[in-house]
């Protein structure tokens, strides 16, 4: 794992953790965005953390970029002694797979597709060395997943999954990325799966669609009084496949302002996952099952 | 007191400076993508220069004004007409109570900046007025104007009639456009000869041009350098580990179309970038006209700080120019 530093810009530095995914880049890229923002360097506007990696924003009327470029490196030696250890939450979120509003979509952009001859499940389940759709959803909703980054639109997480990483799921983006994605669809690109907040353009392949909206600016949704966005980094997730007529019933209480999602609080630690990974997710859905 | 939307032109939308603060949410800072069009307007008017304003792209609106006001209109060239009376345009003219504001055909540049007096008063979300409608926050409602929305706006007298700025005080892109890049982020992973046909090249500005971003065709594609992909990025040579995205970063998915972020940027994402256009040639790319011929220009750190300088410079002789008026 080597840091790379580069300017976006004259605004902007970019710090890649690692340029591959791993829960040990996301915890060390997640120390060292805490101790730039400790550190209150003056001209530093925004601070973004990513999956593996970071953005720092500022302004070079106040500081200039070497020596913002400087202040970054001399904290570097943060993310060495990160802790990879977090008091966090596990929430469920139901997902209908497969379902007509995706499947639509990702029809009308085939052109932009690998592969225009299937649909975004079948490319993914084959690349994967899944014999059947059914077969890839299982392997999507098994293990939980970790949101390593909030971003892209409006408050939409990038998820990673709890497996190691010979179980993990990987598939290219759109070769093109479309104009348009339903709000709220379950998405993958790379190692990541996420949720899209809103409707928008897109470049993950699509597989669902969840009920569950993450994303008010109004603020009136049952869950979301308190702040617009749902997720922040660290959060844990647990999908669960369902039905069209479940995913009608959750979307009614949703939109009734009545729906509270399943969340159980819960320790997330690195070093306890990597040792026993089936034990620790066992775990897991065990606090989530007890709410 | 308000004016009245009687027609919206193709997309109006209300902007100032925008809402930093919000983009590791995925919230993007928003505001004018001519900033310096828009503090123009506002100081024409008299109002502060981050005062929240119109913007609108192409076609203007037609406005009906509840009260008198002082209205100015810079950045492109979209003659104003006052039921039906033409004035120009970067300069300071009255709409008096009950006259409408309207809008003649487009002759050069994109985006015009509808400046009001006393500024436009919607409510403030996140410490901005400005519109981003991708996430249906700020503004009006949240979106772009419609017909018969009744938009508030301030009070200020300050003004006279007939302020106006010079064409040297102006700035517009040439033809073709010149948008100078920093190379970075992720330059290394495509071939020699790809960032060099990249400079080379003559782009041209994409019908999928909004606050997004803007997409260029017509170059070369390019071609990546042999790695093997870090797991997690996904198998086209064009695809990363999704990370942030600068403000005028460059994407190139699958290496054939650049799409230059702008004000309502993606926060992050999982195509590969190759740099970015430096902070003083964002204003430039909002006024771009679909099909324009477009080249990259490459520069170093240093002359993107003395463009941010001149920038500043500019702004400071548009200010000074008022005081004497």
Not at chain 1, 214 to 230: A, E, G, H, M, N
Not at chain 2, 119 to 124: L, Q, R, S
Not at chain 2, 304 to 325: C, F, G, S, T
């Amino acid at each position: 794992m080597k840091t790379r530093y580069s300017f976006g810009g004259d605004e902007h530095i970019f710090v890649e953790m690692d340029e591959e995914m791993s829960l040990d880049a996301f915890f060390k890229s997640l120390s060292m965005t805490s101790a730039v923002r400790e550190a209150e360097i003056d001209g530093v506007t925004e601070v973004c953390p990513a999956n593996a990696s970071f953005q720092v924003k500022f302004d070079p009327d106040r500081i200039k970029p070497d020596d913002m470029l400087a202040e970054l490196k001399a904290l570097e030696h943060t993310a060495e002694s990160a802790e990879k250890r977090l008091n966090t939450r596990i929430v469920e979120f139901p997902v209908y797979y497969r379902d007509p509003w995706t499947h639509e979509t990702l029809m009308r952009f085939r052109d932009r597709h690998q592969d225009p001859s299937g649909s975004d499940l079948d490319y993914a389940a084959r690349i994967n060395g899944f014999n059947t759709i059914d077969e890839f959803i299982t392997a999507h909703h098994s293990a939980p997943w970790f949101v390593s980054m909030v971003g892209f639109v409006s408050g939409l997480p990038f998820l990673y999954q709890l497996v190691e990483r010979k179980k993990q799921l990987e598939v290219p983006k759109y070769v093109r990325p479309r104009t348009d994605t339903p709000k709220q669809t379950v998405g993958y690109g790379g190692c990541f799966s996420c949720i899209y907040s809103v409707r928008g353009a897109g470049g993950y392949q699509m597989f669902g669609i969840t009920p569950v909206t993450i994303f008010d600016p109004k603020q009136v949704t049952s869950y979301l009084r308190d702040f617009l966005v749902f997720f922040k980094p660290g959060d844990l997730v647990k999908f669960t496949p369902i039905s069209r007529e479940e995913y009608d019933a959750t979307l009614a209480e949703v939109q009734a302002n009545r729906y509270t999602p399943r969340i159980a609080e819960v320790e997330f630690d690195l070093e306890a996952f990597n040792a026993d990974m089936d034990g620790f997710n066992k775990k897991l859905m065990g606090a989530l099952n007890d709410v | 007191m308000t004016f009245k939307v009687l027609n919206t032109g193709l997309l109006t939308t209300i902007q100032d400076l925008g809402r930093p603060g919000y983009f590791h949410l995925g919230i993007p800072i928003s505001g004018a993508m001519d900033r310096l069009s828009l503090r123009a307007a506002n100081l024409l008017v008299g109002n502060d220069e981050g005062a929240a304003a119109l913007e609108t792209v192409f076609m203007g609106p037609q406005l009906e004004f509840e009260k008198d006001a002082m209205v100015a209109v810079t950045g492109a060239e979209l003659p104003p007409r006052v039921d039906g009376e033409e004035k120009p345009t970067w300069t300071a003219f009255k709409v008096k109570a009950g006259q409408v504001l309207s809008f003649d055909y487009l002759r050069e540049g994109a985006r015009a900046y509808i400046a009001i007096s006393g500024g436009i008063t919607t409510d403030v979300y996140l410490g901005s007025r400005s519109t981003y409608a991708i996430g249906a926050l700020g503004g009006y409602e949240g979106r772009a104007l419609a017909v018969g929305d009744m938009v508030p706006f301030g009070d200020n007298g300050k003004v006279k009639e007939g302020r106006s700025l010079e064409a040297s005080l102006r700035r517009m892109p040439g033809n073709p456009a010149e948008l100078r890049v920093l190379p970075g982020l992720y330059w290394r992973l495509i071939t020699e000869e790809a960032g060099r046909n990249f400079f080379d090249d003559e782009w041209k500005v994409a019908p999928e041009a909004d606050r997004m971003g803007v997409r260029f065709r017509g170059g070369r594609p390019m071609t990546f350098q042999e790695r093997e992909q870090p797991f997690g990025a996904g198998s086209d040579p064009s695809n990363i580990v999704d990370g942030c995205y600068s403000y005028g970063s460059i994407q190139v998915p699958g290496g054939t179309e650049p799409i230059v972020l702008h004000r309502d940027a993606v926060s992050g994402g999982g195509y590969f970038t190759l740099g970015a256009v430096i902070s003083a040639d964002m204003d430039l790319i909002g006024q771009l006209q679909p099909h324009t011929p477009t080249r990259f220009v490459k520069v170093d750190m240093e002359q993107a700080l003395a463009a941010r300088k001149e920038r500043k410079a500019q702004l400071a002789r548009i200010e000074e120019a008022l005081k004497h008026q």
